[in-house]
């Protein structure tokens, strides 16, 4: 290979590998990121329905704190109220949800609920925005008088079998059984107190001795 030839192909390489080169290949980018935006705000203008693409979802990596069984349960749950069978909660279907677990919500509340776990701002909730409510009220993350609160509380037990009153049933006895639980860790912590105070003053005393029988050494 001539000299000639060889500094060509170097040049050819530098060419290729320049700042310059790198530079136009992101202005591509941009370009194009810019031109397809331009082009669904065009689509939205004429009415012409722009197709949005999702990301896949493994529900049971994405909750690590549910096992399988608690998210099939949670899928039977969402599909039994999934009317339309498009994998979400419209705001009529989480209408009629709540009214069936016999905690209705005025218009108002259902899209503060769904609001509040609406990742993508489409007005559902999708499955896995679904998951979430669950994940916020284990997390305590819920009002108490929440509508998203008594979700969650109420799809615990099956409320066409037991009833509301069943369920209130259900709930006021998990409620004292709370109350049993946190009376006895109260009193754990009362002994646990007391005999801490009990070792302080024996500790107290027995300094004192020495102090009093060093006087007459």
Known sequence: ???????????NKDSVDSPSSTT??????LTHILNRRQEIM???????????TYKVVNVYTDFPEFSRN???????????????RDGFLDLQELKFMMEKL????THLGLKQMIAEVDEDNDGKISFREFL???????AGELDSDSGLNQLARLTEVDVEQVGVS???????AKIEQQLRTNKFHDEIRAEQEERRR????RAQRRQQFQQRAAIFQ
Do not use: C, H, W
């Open 1 to 11: 290979m001539s000299v000639s030839s060889n500094a060509s192909s170097a040049s």
């Open 132 to 138: 979430l409510i669950f994940r916020k009220a284990q």
């Open 102 to 105: 016999g905690a209705p919500q």
């Open 42 to 52: 065009d689509s939205q203008e004429a009415g012409i329905e722009v197709r949005r």
């Open 166 to 172: 069943g369920a209130k049933n259900f709930f006021e």
């Open 24 to 29: 136009n290949t992101d202005s591509s980018e």
């Open 198 to 201: 009990e070792e302080e003053e």
């Open 70 to 84: 608690q998210i099939k349960d949670y899928q039977k749950t969402f599909n039994t109220y999934d009317t339309a």
